[in-house]
């Protein structure tokens, strides 16, 4: 269709352009068939793919210029409501002139479409109570998706969609101080690769428990079909339980953490069960051979682990509690232990040479887990530092665990707490969380991004802004927060520039392409996984490649070697899971 009109035009095109233009083919492809008759939609008018709940601003985003729009029924192209769309503002971060068709006093519950008169028609989206709860499920399902060591099958919703067993033949790399073989299964393979890294572990998993404990009402009655489903522990703990098994074997007999297992250099472009590759869990190469950071990021996971497995499973509660009291013991006597990629290792370094951030972390877990004053004691001694990182939200990362410090401490009602920290860590989340409000309100492409945010994983940029607004609401309860919030999550699904819905097989329009080797092996995309997104840093061969002069939003491109733009990963995927259930019913 669209495809051989629009590759007829290149042929004057310069080469830089017909790569970039090439790049964006798969942005023409319509996944869904049209009705007969039905005009293909336009990627000049950006929705949210999936939709908008009945409650809050709705809006769309036009590209080119136009006057009224209408917002019509799927089913029968009946227009149900018209408007005027905004003035256009010049918006440097995408180089797009961005109009706003706002439809917010539209509130009847439905599939629609804008269509604008000379410009055309966008994507099928939903407008109802709790449009985000098949993402979040697709979202989960996501790292069912990357479990390693077990055989995964997405059907029969996603037939194909399924691996043996990988990766059974794991080892100690003499790096570790140990040798020999080693117990192999759990865990997720970290992104489009095949590793596993206690580090990137930490927030990822961490922030699966935090969902729970934040919004578990929303969450308990979501069975995400999964092998445990059904056996009375809700389903998003289940799955993060996966994760945290591997992460516990990764503890060594002294309490220390090993940074990571992954064979000696990546695998090939092959399905998981093809890498034969062995799995070695990977230490500093000299005494004490594990890691300050991995270890303090175990020790807060299993410390909240210790809570919210509590109710399920005492006993794997407790184990939990003790790993972490194991782990904060070893950390507290090794404080500078960091880790680099050994000589003949290759694979992710998650180099992080500060580790005083995952300590303050572990203390604030471990504080709220047990009341206990020696954990309140080192938290007290140490916050203020890290105080002035909520200044530039998003603050968190895998590398940057201070906010989750400072909020679980905030949050939390525990013994010994000090109103005088509790205030300032929510007064200088409060200030911030309002600055991004203010900027998202003003922004051309309504979204909280900066130009500098288009680095690396800059859509788990996007979704931890989205975290920081709703953190920012637990303290202090404000529909602007919660708005701003869902405005990142409308970028990410749809509303941006390349009118692209940036999770796999999710909404009519999403990415095709993501560097993950399982969709390479399948021949298509995996469903239900968050590309990095655009990367002004053009770190690979095919950014390189693109025009020089791009605006940063539009530094991306839809195509498996994109490992800069368009890889997949754990650690913005839970920013993601977190994002929609802060966006649940
Ligand atoms: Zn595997």
Redesign the pocket.
Known sequence: MANSVFLSSLSSRSAKELVFLVALTALFVAPVALARGQEAPTVAIKVDQVGYPLDGPKDAIVSVLGKTFQLKRSAGNAVVFSGTLAQPKADAITGDQAQIADFSSFNTPGTYYIDIPGVGRSWNFTLGANVYQRAYYMAMRGFYAQR??TAVDMGPEFPGFTHPA??LHGEFHPTSGKSGERDNIGGW?DAGD?GRYTVNSGISTGLLLWAWEIYAPRLKDIALNIPETGNGTPDILNEARWNLEWMLKMQDDDGGVWHKQTSEHFAAFIA?QDDKLVSDVIGTGSAPYKSTCATADLASVAAIAARVFKPFDAEFAAKNLDAARRAWDWAEKNPNVTFRNPHGISTGDYGDHICSDELLWAAAELGRTTGESAFSDYFLGNYAHFLPVLDSPPAQSWSQLAPMALWTYALSHQKGEDPKAVAAIRDRTLAAANAVVERTHASPYRNSMKATDYIWGSNGVAAGYGIYLLIANQFSPNPNFTDAARDNLHYILGRNTFSLSWVTQLGENPFQHPHHRPSAATGKAWPGLMSGGPNAGRQDAVLAKLPKDLPPAKVYADQTPSYASNEIAINWQASLVFLLAGELQ
């Open positions: 390693c060591g990988c990766h393979h095949y998981p």
